[in-house]
């Protein structure tokens, strides 16, 4: 019995999220239907985080178990040349783990990423891939908005309706980093968020992205986040930032160390 | 009676193509229908390049004639604010011309762009948007190539079938250019094809971007490309690149002058 870690990779557009559905296309329900082929048995993937329809990942993980022939090692480009055809979705890595190791249950934290583009005309060719902004972002203030939300909170006010309901809605947030770039030819601006913590209640990131969106626009102060903390009260929280702007970055099985980073 | 010019800018990745066809989503097709709504009146919009499936526009230009209220300089705005619910074609400009002025007949030539990304692990999220080739490309090599292509040639053997037959297969191109870039935080290497030509036949640039990239890869000489062009048969170029790279990207209703543009 081989229990098997996975490191995946896709884009999120053409995806009803990760959780299989039936006569929906997803990712959980595409890989396991490849992966079963590759082993030779039926094969039933635990991912770190069920994304949403629309949210992409750069490194989701998920384990699986089974008892087949196909080396560890082989199986991402198995599995990659078997998926070729649409492209979307992609296994980085294999590795085998121990028996009881679980990639959702062993999970000590995340970072997702957020990217919004701002200022300019829009790109047709960005549209599911950041939230675009027709006007200008002060990002200073997002910076000191983004700093109180770090910590050990109740971030209920943060957390949409639609999910299961969550033993308890405090959360870490380790960092949470707010960069700009200017990117292309035409050094058109972007901010991208880089949020790391222990743990995600339903659609948080996104929540959060959308009061710091409107920290940056000016309609409401940076100190504000202390009080949409405090509500606990979804209706304080800004709007919900669009999915397209969403990447799981990366799960952690250690305990997280939050250093300089590239 | 008003007849209007549009610069028309799309990701082709969702539509059959430019043409209107029935029960397929179309570029054509739905401009058409939101400038009927916006202008009270059945419109028939004629495009300067009839993009296949796939293909890109960033300067795609079409003209439409009516005896409507609207300001064409508010057409932009209205059509864009109706077509926004999906986001991947808009109106960049629009601008009055003189009655007898026709997008497809005044065209004296055009600029495709071909994007070329390679030698690293394929983009999930460029699948649609570039030719992802995993393998170094010699650039000197290609340069050599496009030379010969450039100027005036029988392009017979660079013409798929399905296309309406023209009247003549010869065609000027007048510069076709190799760009070599690294782009993003990881340097991925990239090459851009410009092509200006007078006018192309039926999936010119894609197969003449096919043959170029047979020469990167070292499976045919730069030479090889007069052998091409005198054998008149499809056969001896190469393939034909994927949609997916290829951006209509400029439409000239001026004698073309090639000199050092950006």
Redesign the interface.
């Known amino acids: 019995m081989k229990n098997v870690l996975l490191k995946i990779?896709?884009?999120g557009t053409d995806f009803h999220g990760w959780q299989r559905q039936p006569n929906c296309r997803t990712v959980q329900g595409e890989l396991e239907e490849v992966l079963s082929r590759v082993c030779g048995e039926a094969i039933a993937l635990s991912g770190t985080s069920r994304t949403d329809a629309g949210v992409?990942a750069l490194g989701q993980q998920a384990t699986f178990s089974g008892d087949f022939g196909i080396p560890v090692e082989r199986i991402p480009l198995a599995v990659n040349n078997m998926l070729d055809r649409v492209?979307?979705?992609?296994i980085v890595e294999a590795s085998e783990v121990p028996e009881d190791f679980h990639a959702r249950f062993n999970s000590r934290g995340k970072t997702y990423r957020y990217r919004i583009r701002y200022g300019a005309e829009?790109d047709?060719?960005a549209?599911n891939?950041c939230w675009q902004i027709p006007r200008e972002l002060d990002i200073e203030a997002m910076k000191a908005g983004a700093r109180l939300f770090e910590g050990t909170h109740d971030f209920r006010s943060c957390m949409a309706a639609g999910g299961q309901e969550p033993e308890t809605t405090v959360r870490t947030i380790h960092k949470l980093e707010v960069r700009q770039s200017f990117e292309g030819t035409d050094r058109i601006p972007f901010v991208t968020l880089l949020v790391t913590g222990d743990g995600f209640l339903y659609n948080m990131v996104r929540i959060i992205t959308g009061t710091l969106v409107e920290i940056g626009m000016g309609l409401r102060a940076p100190e504000d986040v202390t009080a949409v903390l405090e509500s606990c009260s979804r209706s304080r929280a800004g709007r919900t930032a669009p999915p397209g702007g969403l990447y799981l970055q990366q799960v952690y099985f250690e305990d997280i160390v939050i250093g300089e980073e590239k």
Chains 1, 2 share one sequence.
Do not use: K, L, N, S
Request: without cysteine; aromatic residues 16%; neutral net charge.
């Open positions: 990779a896709y884009d992409h492209g979307d979705v992609r829009p047709i060719f549209r891939h």
